[in-house]
């Protein structure tokens, strides 16, 4: 057993024994943790995801009424089983977005939300424009080109780049292939030309195409291409490709086959976008496995940098 005491003013509390818990920053804890969060997707009639401590619940619904009753049907559920386990439901964080392309006025239902959230370190708005993701990490790459600027005379170029790939990089890397199709991805891409003019040491009107290929830097954009490009390699297992459909062969049937989508938001996602830019690569992915393709794709895009996928995809085979 342990035992507990706390110190205020100098003055100490007499020794109690604990009867629950773990040491804070033991391997234990969040082992324990996770076995006795495990069946709570059990017990709520929702989807759930379930990361480390943070919980996501997922309601579908084409009625506002009858999502606003599975959203109280829900959180009800929750509670009562958060407070049956021993958990503490901490309703300052827990917060209500709503996804839809419709107009809609949430003081109509009674439903409190909010119009952005923040989800494992990316921040998604109730539009899907990612709009707010990106005025979240702006302030953080101003921060990492004034170090650049302040370091620049001080170490070596190689020693920059070090610092560009620990601290730029790393930050637009992250969650990229979710947001990396906002129209305000310029934006990143403008801070991004600043970092490598300071790291080559450039004019400030200099032509940036060169900088990214000599020092071996790769622009957003393409850091995009390479992520969707992945994620249907990956997928590809679990899709269709055009010889799965089609009774007679085609020439296009090495690549993936597309469902006729109506909305533009999703023309514009992950899963569309990554299908166009595997089609457009196709008949290289299979002339080599996986790992020398990605090698190749790298090198490729580190000598191409690309400003926009509408310049990737004019691109001659």
Known sequence: SRRQRVCINGEWSQDIELEFGVPQGSVLGPLLFLISINDLPCNVKTKTFLYADDTSFISISNSINDLKNTVHSVMADASVWFETNGFYLNQNKTQNIMFTLRPFDPTDSNLITVNDVKFLGVVIDNQLTWSSHIDHIVPKLSRVIYLLRRLKSLVTLDYLRVVYFAYFQSVIKYGLLFWGNSGRLSEILILQKKAIRIIANAERLDHCKPIFKELKITTIV??????????????????????????????????????????????????????????????????YNTQIFKNKLVVWLLKNPFYSLSEFFTVQN
């Open 222 to 287: 393409n850091l995009y291409i390479f992520d969707l490009v992945v994620y249907a390699i990956n997928k590809s297992f679990d899709w269709l490709f055009n010889e799965d459909v089609h009774a007679h062969n085609t020439r296009n049937k090495n690549n993936l086959s597309f469902v006729h989508c109506r909305l533009s938001k999703t023309l514009k996602s992950h899963t569309v976008l990554s299908k166009k830019v595997y089609n457009k690569l196709s008949h290289l992915i299979k002339m």
